[in-house]
């Protein structure tokens, strides 16, 4: 077999797992939402299909695939398709660039744990994909030709580009420390325990922060707000359109979580364990250990947003706006200029290069 059939083979097969591993994750974190959410108020939760509920969301989905796609008669037909097609396709794009470990061999042929191993942007591409999904939630409520859902697509973009700031500038610091745009670089940067939150404690709650404001998460979901604007966005949209919707804001939910895990918590880095384990670099049984530490802490994160819908009310928007530019932007700005003076005074110190 060619060298360049077996890249494409790889490549085809790397894509498959994670738009499947997506599609999955996203499926199950409805039925664990639904589980999560049921125990905090002491109920039961779905437990009819399957055991413990376990196919509820295959029936969920079946039920928005069997339901009439509905188009209102004064909408922008061509946008009303569009909109939910760039809210998945901006939501799956991001994980070209997002490493779930080193990269192992199998014989001779080097494979890389991510689609894109060779852009060296990675993070830089992760927050440019990440603005334009408003774009989809934003011709959502204007083709729909409804006032709650354009007000709602409106909440929407104000509220991404507010917190969008922060967010970008919450990183400075963590570029600063790890001296590159490479996400794998900055994964290596954190090994021996020397991870993020701990360097860059303001940095990871103004990043988890903003998280919550763009994946429209409680206490931040304004634009989908049911007693203001019925449904908001996604008011007018049915079937399984309304179903890419939900998709994709659980798929955005897991990316925050994973760069939360990259940048912050040294991504498949595990003070002590490898050296225990003693596995050659290179192996695949080494690649799966790297995977399931990246796991081991994804979940944890992805409970909290869950944990977090069901405990916190919604704010108020002008508390929502408050927050983005009053109290997130100077401390971002602040933590960038604390970050810098100790660098360079370690550095005169001779404590770094």
Do not use: C
Not at 191 to 218: C, D, H, M, Y
Not at 318 to 347: E, H, R, S
């Amino acid at each position: 077999m060619s060298p360049l059939l077996t890249d494409v083979l790889i490549l085809v097969a790397k894509i498959f797992l994670i738009v499947n591993g997506l599609l999955m994750a996203a499926a199950y974190l409805v039925y664990f939402e639904r589980k999560i959410s049921a125990w905090i108020q002491n109920r039961i939760g779905p437990n009819r299909v399957g055991p413990l509920g376990l196919f509820q969301s295959f029936a969920d989905v079946f039920k928005l695939l069997m339901k009439e796609d509905i188009i209102p008669a004064m909408a922008d037909k061509k946008f009303h398709f569009i909109a939910p097609i760039i809210s998945i396709g901006v939501a799956m794009a991001v994980y070209a660039v997002i490493p779930f470990g080193d990269s192992f061999f199998i014989g001779d042929k080097e494979v890389f744990m991510t689609v894109a191993p060779g852009i060296n942007i990675g993070l830089l591409f992760v927050l440019a994909m990440s603005s334009v999904g408003v774009y989809g939630i934003t011709l959502a409520g204007w083709s729909s030709n409804n006032k709650y859902s354009l007000l709602g697509g409106l909440r929407s973009a104000a509220q991404m580009i507010s917190y969008e700031l922060s967010m970008g500038l919450s990183l400075i610091g963590v570029l600063m420390i790890a001296g590159s745009l490479n996400l794998t670089d900055i994964v290596h940067a954190q090994s021996g325990g020397k991870w993020n939150i701990f360097l860059q404690p303001i940095a990871f709650i103004i990043f988890l922060v903003a998280s919550f404001a763009e994946t429209n998460r409680t206490p931040f979901d304004l634009p989908e707000a049911e007693p203001e604007l019925v449904g908001g966005y996604h008011t007018e949209y049915s079937g399984m359109k309304f179903g890419v919707f939900f998709l994709a804001e659980y798929a955005n939910m897991v990316t925050a979580s994973a760069m939360m895990v990259l940048l912050f918590l040294g991504g498949w880095e595990m003070p002590f364990l490898y050296e225990q384990l003693a596995l050659p670099v290179g192996s695949p049984i080494l690649a799966a250990v790297q995977f399931g530490v990246f796991a081991a802490k994804l979940v944890p994160i992805l409970f909290f947003f869950i944990w977090v819908r069901w405990s916190i009310p919604r704010f108020r928007y002008d508390q929502l706006m408050n927050l983005g530019w009053k109290v997130m932007l100077p401390l971002a700005l602040a933590n960038i200029l604390v970050t810098g003076v100790v660098m360079v005074l370690l550095k005169h110190f001779g404590f770094i290069n």
